[in-house]
């Protein structure tokens, strides 16, 4: 029980496109006890950040409109916004490559529940790496001026 009450104040955010598996995973990561947060894209999730960063977020790796790994890029070189782990969902292999370059784990689709919350786990008690993130294209306020506004409307899966 001393686990549940010590993961209530992670704040986890989850962003997938798919309303109905968005709100399945938050079911399973609120009945193990984390404050669950949505966004459907990547717009949304970065509202979400600025306003307070999570402590942990699950993203889908296959966010339309945006490469989210350019997009989670672009937050870990913002000095304003501070280190939270990412666990990326996602069926291709090549995914867990770019995943690791930015220092996040990954969890295969279709997701179990299990092997979530372990990723979580091990993440959210793990100290931040030592990352290699290489330059967004744009600094964060160009992006989310110029990209985001053109992703608003773009919807996942």
């Given at each position: 029980m001393e686990g549940a009450a010590c993961r209530r104040t992670v704040d986890v955010l989850v962003a997938k496109g798919d309303e109905e598996l968005r709100r399945s995973l938050g079911t399973g990561l609120n009945d193990a006890g984390y404050n669950v947060r949505f966004a459907g894209n990547a717009v949304g999730a970065s509202l979400l950040i600025f306003e307070s960063a999570p402590g942990a977020m699950v993203v889908d790796a296959e966010m339309r409109g945006m490469d989210v790994f350019k997009f989670i890029a672009a937050i870990r070189s913002a000095r304003t916004i501070p280190y939270f782990p990412v666990i990326f969902l996602t069926e291709r292999p090549e995914d867990a490559i770019r995943a690791r370059e930015l220092g996040a784990a990954c969890v295969?689709?279709?997701?179990?529940?299990?092997?979530?919350?372990?990723?979580?786990?091990?993440?959210?008690?793990?100290?931040?790496?030592?990352?290699?993130?290489?330059?967004?294209?744009?600094?964060?306020?160009?992006?989310?001026?110029?990209?985001f506004r053109r992703a608003a409307h773009a919807q996942v899966l």
């Open positions: 295969v689709k279709p997701v179990q529940i299990d092997r979530l919350l372990a990723g979580i786990s091990s993440n959210v008690s793990a100290p931040p790496p030592v990352l290699r993130v290489p330059r967004p294209v744009l600094p964060l306020a160009k992006a989310s001026d110029a990209h």
